[in-house]
């Protein structure tokens, strides 16, 4: 397999998407490849980069009272 | 397109019960914002990047949600047809408000990668400390253009499949996963600009 064909496979690798047999050859290309392995290591930070640091914050806690407010004044559609 | 049912979380609200009649009134439909209210709020929180925004617009959608309770199709995870309203709401909010980033596609160069549109800085210290990376992959994810936003916050947004992705942003999966790849490898470029030592380690 090319590099560009195992680097467009690196993320669906790092997470899990991949069936047995490909994710055999993007592992094996990857311990022989050292650009492939840089990509590798890259993603593999990026990947981690994201889980922990993508800002998800609670919304205020007053805000069910806030719309049941608003969706008194309407309507459901029939 | 179907697909299978999620597995119930521990709830006290089976999906899909929030489409029952029961839900129009407001006082129970409390119930369903309660339960829903920080799926809704993160993702539009990450889509638009102003807390209070966001409150507004999650106020909004669940107003929507509820004109719409009657047109639920339970083949779909309730979830995901909050994300769907949600999604498009934020678009329709970020269009108004110009919040766009210039489309990806007319920026992309022969090799499908966006240039020009992400105009990161380095962090003051070589060194990327924790807070300085905090900030640059806020700062990334909320520079890419929305439909490449999108798939990433979806990814991270607790454990959405991609099946639920395609459905929320109406796309085939195929797409998801062109999206999901071209947006690392403008956030990857981004990150070897940004800290071109790590690399070198």
């Given at each position: 397999m090319s590099c560009t064909a195992v680097q467009n496979l690196i993320s669906q690798y790092i997470d899990g998407r991949l069936s047995g047999a490909e994710a055999d050859v993007v592992r094996e290309h990857v311990q022989e490849c050292d650009?492939?392995?840089?990509?590798?290591?890259?993603?593999?930070?990026?990947?981690?980069?994201?889980?922990?640091?993508?800002?998800?914050?609670?919304?205020?806690?007053?805000?069910?009272?806030?719309?049941?407010?608003?969706?008194?004044?309407?309507?459901?559609e029939k | 397109m179907p697909f299978k049912k999620r597995r119930k979380k521990?709830?006290?609200?089976?999906?899909?019960?929030e489409q029952r009649p029961i839900f129009q009134d407001p006082q129970n439909f409390s119930l369903v914002v309660e339960k829903y209210q920080s799926l809704v709020f993160r993702y539009v929180y990450n889509m638009v990047h102003d807390?209070?925004?966001?409150?507004?617009?999650?106020?909004?959608?669940?107003?929507?949600?509820?004109?719409?309770?009657?047109?639920?199709?339970?083949?779909?995870?309730?979830?995901a047809w909050l994300l769907r309203i949600?999604?498009?709401?934020a678009v329709d909010y970020t269009r108004q408000r110009r919040l766009?980033?210039?489309?990806?596609?007319?920026?992309?160069?022969?090799?499908?990668?966006?240039?020009?549109?992400?105009?990161?800085?380095?962090?003051a210290s070589v060194n990327?400390?924790?807070?300085?990376?905090?900030?640059?992959?806020?700062?990334?994810?909320?520079?890419?253009?929305?439909?490449?936003?999108?798939?990433?916050v979806l990814r991270y947004l607790d454990g959405v499949k991609l099946e639920e992705i395609a459905y929320i942003l109406g796309i085939?999966?195929?797409?998801?996963?062109?999206?999901?790849?071209?947006?690392?490898?403008?956030?990857?470029?981004?990150?070897?600009?940004?800290?071109?030592?790590?690399?070198?380690?």
């Open positions: 650009d492939c392995a840089q990509d590798f290591k890259d993603s593999q930070f990026l990947s981690r980069l994201l889980k922990e640091n993508l800002e998800f914050p609670e919304p205020p806690k007053d805000l069910p009272r806030s719309v049941i407010r608003t969706v008194e004044r309407t309507k459901p | 521990q709830t006290a609200l089976p999906e899909p019960v807390y209070h925004h966001a409150e507004d617009l999650t106020q909004e959608v669940f107003s929507k949600v509820y004109r719409s309770l009657t047109s639920y199709n339970p083949k779909y995870p309730f979830s949600a999604h498009n709401h766009q980033t210039i489309s990806f596609d007319a920026v992309a160069n022969k090799d499908g990668v966006a240039e020009g549109h992400i105009a990161f800085q380095a962090p990327p400390d924790e807070a300085s990376q905090k900030r640059f992959i806020q700062e990334a994810v909320y520079r890419l253009p929305v439909d490449h936003r999108s798939v990433i085939p999966m195929g797409t998801v996963k062109s999206r999901i790849n071209r947006a690392r490898q403008v956030l990857q470029q981004a990150l070897a600009r940004a800290y071109p030592e790590r690399r070198r380690r």
